[in-house]
């Protein structure tokens, strides 16, 4: 008989004493049962002791985590987390260094208990390590526990960063700006001014003040601190104001930070990502691909405001540059005398342009997005690429008028489009890491991207013969070739092109038909038996696949509230199906982990469900921003016996699959998946080639065999491989 929901069998240890084994009553008052404990080893004063997880993080365990305890859990019994926080405060205070070395060692591993980091900072325990900071007296390793533990406590959302003082902002952006600091000390110190830039507005003017650009550029050739770095620019080019983002200076590698636009284009910075971190001689990880990702979004998200400016007719400026775009293109053409006659001209050459309106091509630009920044880019190209854009040009007016591709048209509604693909605009989705390498390769990338694409839709346009009808048509062509050029992360501008000119016109039919075979391949009665025959197969072999993956198991990271100190934890399936593993780890493994090493485990038998999406608790509390929408579509949560969830965020879409399929195949569920859908369609397809191939291979006898009457009487023996 299993025992009560209410029970759960547990280990307490003690320090030179041997550990009791106790059934833990849920409902009994945590008081009482260290009480108990405390009486099995003659301890007095229970109300100064309490619970603590032995493995993992070991956290402090309150009436409100209590919850969840597992059966077979392993406990220590600790002094309470007030004692342990005043003895620690004390000991921080000492004189003695060795002392003070090990208490800061010990706070800032306990600093990361919620529970105890609120007795701390109850006892003003903020404010003593602050000063600490900025005395100036530690260095070292003494420091770098102190920044930590300092760290760690802030993170708990307890205290407002907005009460932090100038003199230890001014203490810790002195760290960053010394030529020889210790790694750690840099690494804590940029993590927390990138705290303070995340967390208060006010903050966030003070850091901007004490960091140039020139200084953390300096630290981006190293490898250990290249990461936070990264973050702190972002940070702060992510916080500053709307009017500071797009202002140009004039020296920016002596700049602050708070004029980014100059930041983010100039040369020096790309390069030096570019030689340092995307080239260097160490595989980027997950972190850095987040970061990398955020830099290129907030650098397209610049060109927001030019893609929401709509053109004034009026502007003689602007129109100007539409005259410039005209004199470019016809420059042998000399203006005729004559109002009309110019006119007239004007409204000829403005056609041969491609605008849609001949008359007053302004008008062209007033749909917003993509606004100005399609003049832009059309002024880019008739000026760096002016050869290819008077061909451009002049190839098309010679056409016959139901072929020319009108390139005015073209220009801004492949602007439009290159807006959406690269999303500008748009926030940073939380967990995404899809940054492309070509764009840190070139100072004008976007408009050097553009000038690849519209030769790209120009060259399509004549591979389809396209029309004006077709214009529609030939943009979702391009749109294709585009994002399927991008998905294979070409990492410049050069193999961009390469890859664009393989995916030409036939070979985006070819993958279209390639595609569209494995979902409605053959449609006669016969085949489609067949279909049905071979279905349970390939879905046993599929489930199999995802059960296998499972018991090799996967790398979860968890998400807080500071991304670049990653936190990971391991789950995989026991090899009998029976068990699911899990225990955090310190950092993200280079293949499988033991199951010696995951110290808790979940029974299948246990598992009533598997929920997604906003369904999930964990996803509950999450806001409806953009950057929430991402880890939405990765999330999934394991519902078992009695009310627990273990909570996932997949690091990609197809884990989520691997994940979300492996699990539902377990509970004997259907697997409902994007990918399983497109894997059982393609092998499906396979399999029902090779029959029929080896079908068309069979070679007739002289005496014709009996024709079968229904098409259930064809017996196809199957065997995978």
């Known amino acids: 008989m299993p025992p009560p929901a209410d029970i759960v069998k547990v280990a307490i240890e003690w320090p030179g004493a041997n550990a009791q084994l106790i059934e833990m009553d849920q409902k009994r008052p945590l008081s009482s049962i260290i009480r108990e404990v405390c009486d099995g080893w003659s301890l007095s004063g229970s109300e100064q002791f309490a619970l603590r997880y032995a493995d ?81 007296t530690h260095f070292g390793e003494m420091l770098a526990f102190t920044l930590t533990a300092f760290l760690e406590l802030m993170d708990h959302g307890i205290v407002s960063w907005d009460l932090i003082s100038l003199s230890f902002i001014k203490q810790i952006a002195g760290y960053v700006n010394q030529p020889m600091v210790d790694v750690s000390i840099l690494q804590r110190s940029l993590a927390i001014l990138e705290s303070m830039v995340l967390n208060s507005h006010s903050l966030y003017h003070r850091v901007a003040q004490e960091i140039t650009v020139g200084q953390l550029i300096g630290h981006l050739s190293n490898q250990e601190i290249q990461t936070y770095a ?22 920016p590698l002596e700049q602050h930070l708070t004029e980014m636009a100059s930041t983010l284009a100039q040369k020096h910075l790309r390069s030096i990502i570019l030689n340092h971190v995307i080239r260097g001689n160490r595989p980027i990880k997950a972190e850095m691909a987040h970061q990398l990702y955020v830099l290129q979004v907030l ?44 006119k007239a001209m004007y409204t000829k050459d403005y056609k041969m342009l491609g605008f849609t309106n001949h008359l007053n091509p302004a008008m062209d630009f007033t749909q917003t997005p993509p606004g100005m920044l399609a003049l832009d880019n059309m002024l880019y190209l008739a000026r760096v690429h002016q050869d290819t854009y008077i061909r451009i040009v002049l190839e098309n007016s010679s056409r016959e008028d139901k072929h020319e591709c009108p390139f005015g048209r073209c220009a801004i509604e492949l602007t439009r489009m290159l807006c959406e693909i690269l999303q500008v605009g748009e926030l940073p989705n939380e967990g995404c890491n899809d940054y492309h390498p070509m764009f840190f390769t070139h100072d004008r990338a976007w408009e050097e991207f553009f000038c690849v694409c519209i030769q790209l839709l120009n060259k399509t346009w004549k591979e389809m ?29 050069d193999q961009l092109k390469n890859k664009l000119r393989s995916l030409n016109y036939s070979e985006i039919l070819r993958l279209r038909q390639s595609e569209r075979m494995s979902q409605d391949d053959f449609q006669s009665p016969p085949i489609i ?67 010696e090493l995951l110290s808790d485990k979940i029974p299948v038998s246990d598992i009533k469900s598997v929920l997604t999406g906003k369904d999930c608790p964990h996803m509950k509390e999450k806001s409806a921003l953009k950057q929430n929408k991402e880890v939405l579509e990765l999330a999934f949560s394991v519902l078992y016996d009695p009310d627990e969830t273990l909570n996932f965020v997949a690091p990609n879409k197809y884990e989520y699959c691997i994940w979300t399929d492996g699990l539902c195949a377990l509970l004997g569920r259907e697997m409902g998946s994007d990918l399983t859908r497109s894997d059982l369609d393609t ?37 995978y491989s």
């Open 683 to 719: 092998l499906i397809s396979m399999e029902m080639k090779l029959r029929l191939l080896d079908l068309e291979n069979i070679t007739i006898p002289e005496a014709p065999p009996p024709v079968p009457k229904e098409p259930s009487s064809y017996n196809f023996s199957y065997n």
């Open 529 to 595: 038996e067949l279909r049905e025959r071979i279905q349970p197969e390939i879905l046993e072999l599929i489930k199999q696949q995802r059960l296998n993956r499972l018991c090799e198991g996967s790398c979860f990271r968890k998400l807080g509230n500071r991304r670049r100190q990653e936190k990971f934890w391991f789950c995989r399936l026991s090899l009998n199906h029976k068990v699911l593993h899990y225990g955090d780890l310190e950092e993200s493994p280079q293949g499988e982990v033991p199951f």
């Open 56 to 136: 993992g993080p070991q956290l402090y365990i309150t009436e409100q985590s209590r919850g969840d305890i597992k059966n077979g859990t392993i406990l220590r019994l600790a002094i309470s987390p007030g004692r342990a926080a005043r003895q620690l405060l004390e000991r921080i205070q000492s004189h003695g260094i060795d002392a003070r070395l090990e208490a800061l060692k010990e706070l800032a591993k306990l600093s990361a208990d919620p529970t105890f980091a609120a007795e701390f900072i109850n006892m003003e325990g903020i404010g003593t390590l602050a000063r600490l900071v900025e005395s100036g």
């Open 465 to 493: 013969r396209a029309t004006a009808e077709d214009f529609n048509k030939v943009m979702q062509v391009v749109r294709e070739q585009i994002t399927r050029a991008l998905a294979m992360k070409p990492s410049s501008i």
């Open 230 to 251: 990264i973050a702190l620019i972002n940070a702060l080019f992510l916080k500053a104001p709307e009017d500071r983002r797009q202002e140009e200076y004039t020296n």
């Open 299 to 342: 650098t397209f998200n610049l060109l927001e405001e030019r893609m929401m400016t709509k053109m004034d007719p009026n502007d003689q400026a602007q129109r100007d540059i539409i005259f410039e775009l005209r004199r470019i293109a016809f420059d042998g053409d000399t203006d005729p005398t004559g109002t009309e006659k110019r």
